[in-house]
């Protein structure tokens, strides 16, 4: 993986695989031990998406660094591995299409 500074792809829109919008990238976190990355911290853009998302008491949401897929234009995440307040609901159903 190329390397990329963390404040060039600040504010950037998280999405997942299936291209839902989940919001915008506020930081990163790091393991201080092993300076390795372990979670991007999201602040969802919409209110939909703070009610469906489990998100801390800032109303930011934690996604485990191991569900980035790609950063490009969008840092894309896969769906399965964003934290929910419940399951399989929404856009996040299986088999699910996206709203038009």
């Known amino acids: 993986m190329a ?5 060039r792809i600040r504010d950037r829109m998280v999405v997942t695989s299936q291209g839902h919008e989940l919001g ?8 201080e031990k092993t ?6 911290v999201v602040e969802p853009t919409t209110e ?11 109303g930011l949401v ?4 191991t569900a980035l897929r790609a950063i490009r234009d969008f840092i894309v995440v ?13 856009m996040f159903a299986k088999g699910r299409e996206p709203a038009v």
């Open 78 to 90: 896969d769906a399965r591995r964003v934290p929910r307040k419940i399951k399989k609901v929404g």
């Open 62 to 65: 934690l996604i485990p660094f």
């Open 35 to 40: 300076g390795k990355l372990v979670a991007l």
């Open 24 to 31: 915008l990238l506020f930081d990163v976190v790091a393991d």
């Open 3 to 7: 390397k990329i500074a963390a404040s």
């Open 48 to 58: 939909e998406m703070r009610e469906m998302l489990l998100t801390d008491r800032e």
